[in-house]
T-cell receptor, first 114, second 115 residues
Framework: GAVVSQHPSRVICKSGTSVKIECRSL??????MFWYRQFPKQSLMLMAT?????????EQGVEKDKFLINHASLTLSTLTVTSAHPEDSSFYIC??????????FGPGTRLLVL | EDQVTQSPEALRLQEGESSSLNCSYT??????LFWYRQDPGKGPEFLFT???AGEEKEKERLKATLTKKESFLHITAPKPEDSATYLC????????????????FGQGTILTVHP
């Protein structure tokens, strides 16, 4: 149980394009989903928290117009990187959890912007 | 502000050589302390949740313990397949509103077990 999937696992795009990453909880309903970014040899940095049916809450320094988050259902959240640039290249990981309980992480999405 | 510090940054062990990883934390009321394992290029894999001082949990060669200031992850007779980065994270008790459920992560300990 507690499986979280992400799609795609890897994406390469040209600078200026937008990229959408999906995060799904496969065997449970997640009240809250979280989006993280991880740079090489560094720990996870929380970008935003999304609750089903409401606006996402972004961490300080994260541009909400740059990283659009939609949490349309209790099993699906999407992160769209708009007008991606090379500095947006990173490893993006989502997690899903029930209220105040353990977060289960997806396998991550490697984004490379050329 | 919640803080998590893990030590050592990297640990090299011989197969069968037991050791411990440390996670020191400061948090405004602990809701839970979490241990995860992360392999290169993958998302973190959940290992344990600890809720109160004195609590212990075990899974195969791993045992996690918790005090009011720190947690230890004990690895008994490790094998090469235990090589990974081990992450510790805390969740605050009074997390509400925008902080609800938020985890604060340490930098991780990179464990390498040689055969």
């Amino acid at each position: 149980g507690a499986v979280v999937s992400q799609h795609p696992s890897r994406v390469i795009c040209k600078s200026g394009t937008s990229v959408k990453i999906e995060c799904r909880s496969l065997d449970f309903q997640a009240t809250t989903m979280f989006w993280y970014r991880q740079f090489p040899k560094q720990s996870l940095m929380l970008m935003a928290t999304s609750n089903e049916g409401s606006k996402a809450t972004y961490e300080q320094g994260v541009e909400k117009d740059k990283f659009l988050i939609n949490h349309a259902s209790l099993t699906l959240s999407t992160l769209t990187v708009t007008s991606a640039h090379p500095e947006d290249s990173s490893f993006y990981i989502c997690s899903a959890g029930l209220l105040r309980e353990t977060q289960y992480f997806g396998p991550g999405t490697r984004l490379l912007v050329l | 502000e919640d803080q998590v510090t893990q030590s050592p940054e990297a640990l090299r062990l011989q197969e069968g050589e037991s050791s411990s990883l440390n996670c020191s934390y400061t948090v405004s009321g602990l809701r839970g302390l979490f241990w995860y394992r992360q392999d290169p290029g993958k998302g973190p894999e959940f290992l344990f949740t600890l809720y109160s001082a004195g609590e212990e949990k075990e899974k195969e060669r791993l045992k996690a313990t918790l005090t009011k200031k720190e947690s230890f992850l004990h690895i008994t007779a490790p094998k090469p397949e235990d090589s990974a980065t081990y992450l510790c994270a805390v969740q605050a008790q009074n997390a509400g509103g925008t902080s609800y459920g938020k985890l604060t992560f340490g930098q991780g300990t990179i464990l390498t077990v040689h055969p």
